[in-house]
């Protein structure tokens, strides 16, 4: 158990650039989440995924963002044509299929801060 | 929809005094509640939880219990250490749905002085 990773730890993009991040969920973990999570604040779901399917958005997730499992194992969020407003903690979260939902191991997070 | 209320902080407390986070919720259905915490430069880990009303959850010395009744999961430690500093989440989960997504509240970062 490696536990959860996610590249880059930390991004740094101008305004309009595209990005995307990856997590790496624990292995047979069946569940994958996104959330993110601004200064001061709590996390934030974003996306849910079981195997490969992505099941749930949520409202934050706009048109520039999409997140893709194509495998079931690892999940890649890319953000096209970044705003200022899109500079946050991005983490990404797995659970197993032997376990309830809820109980979800978190990765470090990628920070992400646009200029 | 559901939400979370933590109370504010900063928390500075002295080691080996008492620890109180209140945490109130309000959620359709019959949440799970969870406490998180996040070390300095680390990922969130689930430190205690309760899934039904009067349930205690505890953990390395951390407490809360499932109080349906004041819709509330205050985290309690009766003696903290240095090494608690850290930032503490109160979540929630929705028990309607597979999908385990959860519901936090903005955190409450701790500081225990020596």
């Known amino acids: 158990d490696t536990g959860v990773s996610q590249n880059p730890r930390h991004k740094i993009t101008k305004r309009g650039q595209n990005v995307t991040f990856r997590c790496d969920p624990i292995s047979e973990h069946n569940r994958l989440y996104w959330y993110r999570q601004t200064l001061g604040q709590g996390p934030e779901f974003l996306t849910y995924f079981q195997n490969e399917a992505q099941l749930e958005k949520s409202r934050l997730l706009s048109d520039r963002f999409s997140a893709e499992r194509p495998k079931g194992s690892f999940s890649t969020l890319e953000i096209q044509r970044t705003e200022q407003g899109d500079s946050a903690m991005y983490l990404c979260a797995s659970s197993s299929p032997d376990r309830e939902p809820y109980e979800q191991y978190f990765g470090p997070g990628t920070r992400l801060t646009v200029t | 929809g559901d939400s979370v209320t933590q109370m504010e902080g900063p928390v500075t407390l002295s080691e080996e005094a008492f620890l109180t986070i209140n945490c109130t919720y309000t959620?359709?259905?019959?949440?799970?509640l969870f406490w998180y915490v996040q070390y300095p430069g680390e990922g969130l880990q689930l430190l205690l939880k309760?899934?039904?009303?009067?349930d205690k959850g505890s953990n390395k010395g951390f407490e809360a219990t499932y109080r349906k009744e004041t819709t509330s999961f205050h985290l309690e430690k009766g003696s903290v250490q240095v090494s608690d500093s850290a930032v503490y989440f109160c979540a929630l989960s929705a028990r309607n749905t597979n999908a385990g997504k959860s519901t936090f509240g903005d955190g409450t970062t701790l500081t225990v002085k020596p």
């Open positions: 309760a899934t039904k009303a009067d």
């Open positions: 959620a359709t259905g019959y949440p799970s």
